[in-house]
């Protein structure tokens, strides 16, 4: 992994220098675009619509406009921004973990210990388990004033970025409650069928169907070319058993309880 950022963590007069990594990576295979008729690739093109040139990168600014004029921003003045200069992450409050909504979460990071003393960074994770408590952060990075958060997984402190409270929308939908009629019998048999797939999370289990019938897919047709049966490669796509059979809610939660118990009686044996 390689640092995408250096700077410090700063509580009170405590300062804990460290290097940030991007803690997470897409595994999506990647795709162009091709027109269809001749499979030339599709490319876009930064085109000035002023003097009609093609634009490289480094010759692009950003610029507001609202509606009368037009105000350019360079690369200069977002560096000279004094949060975008700044280099700390600076804790303003402790709060206890369970506070923090998960809808909050955006993105995550690794902290590394910078410097030739990891003693602050060690004290500031063991404080962190002790009082089973998350930091709440401030910083900036790559143009945006964030909130973060900070909290220990393993032994490795990680910073995860936090939405605004005016970035998570509210929800509004009718209300429910007054015109739905839930039974005893029909919440304690949805309460069997939670219990019935109760298990311990393991992330390791799960994986990208998307990702690996799409991966077959494109061996088999290096391999075939366009005469490539998809029925072959993939098979047949079983029917659902439901044969369009309308069934009640109540008899729908015993069917599934029963048939999640025999699987798991089988499995089992």
């Known amino acids: 992994?390689?640092?995408?950022?250096?700077?410090?963590?700063?509580?009170?007069?405590?300062?804990?220098?460290?290097?940030?990594?991007?803690?997470?990576?897409?595994?999506?295979?990647?795709?162009?675009?091709v027109h269809d008729k001749d499979g030339g690739r599709i490319r876009y093109q930064r085109r000035c619509e002023v003097c009609g040139k093609v634009v490289t990168y480094d010759h692009i600014d950003k610029a507001y406009d609202d509606g009368e004029q037009t105000v350019v921003l360079t690369e200069e003045d977002f560096a000279a921004l004094p949060a975008e200069r700044s280099r700390e992450v600076e804790v303003v409050e402790f709060v206890p973990s369970d506070e923090i909504d998960p809808i909050m979460f955006d993105r995550s990071y690794?902290?590394?210990?910078?410097?030739?003393?990891?003693?602050?960074?060690?004290?500031?994770?063991?404080?962190?388990?002790?009082?089973d408590r998350t930091a709440i952060v401030r910083f900036a990075l790559r143009q945006?004033?964030?909130?973060?958060?900070?909290?220990?997984?393993?032994?490795?402190?990680?910073?995860?970025s936090l939405l605004w409270d005016d970035e998570v929308r509210e929800a509004r939908f009718p209300a429910l409650e007054d015109t739905v009629r839930i039974s005893a019998k029909e919440l304690e048999m949805s309460e069997a069928l939670v219990e019935s797939f109760s298990s311990r999370f393991r992330p390791d289990a799960f994986t990208d169907e998307y990702q690996t019938q799409l991966r077959q897919l494109i061996e088999a047709k290096l391999e075939q070319g366009?005469?490539?049966?998809?029925?072959?490669?993939?098979?047949?796509?079983?029917?659902?058993?439901?044969?369009?059979?309308?069934?009640?809610?109540?008899?729908?939660?015993?069917?599934?309880?029963?048939?999640?118990?025999?699987?798991?009686?089988?499995?089992?044996?």
């Open 144 to 160: 945006k004033t964030r909130l973060g958060a900070l909290r220990v997984r393993g032994d490795v402190i990680m910073l995860q």
């Open 226 to 269: 366009d005469a490539l049966d998809t029925d072959a490669t993939f098979g047949i796509q079983a029917e659902d058993d439901g044969g369009g059979e309308t069934i009640d809610l109540m008899e729908a939660l015993r069917r599934s309880v029963e048939r999640t118990r025999a699987g798991g009686d089988s499995a089992t044996a």
């Open 1 to 33: 992994m390689r640092a995408i950022w250096k700077g410090a963590v700063t509580f009170g007069l405590v300062n804990v220098p460290v290097k940030v990594y991007s803690a997470t990576e897409d595994h999506d295979i990647a795709l162009h675009q």
């Open 110 to 131: 690794f902290l590394e210990p910078d410097g030739s003393s990891s003693k602050a960074y060690v004290l500031l994770r063991r404080t962190l388990e002790a009082t």
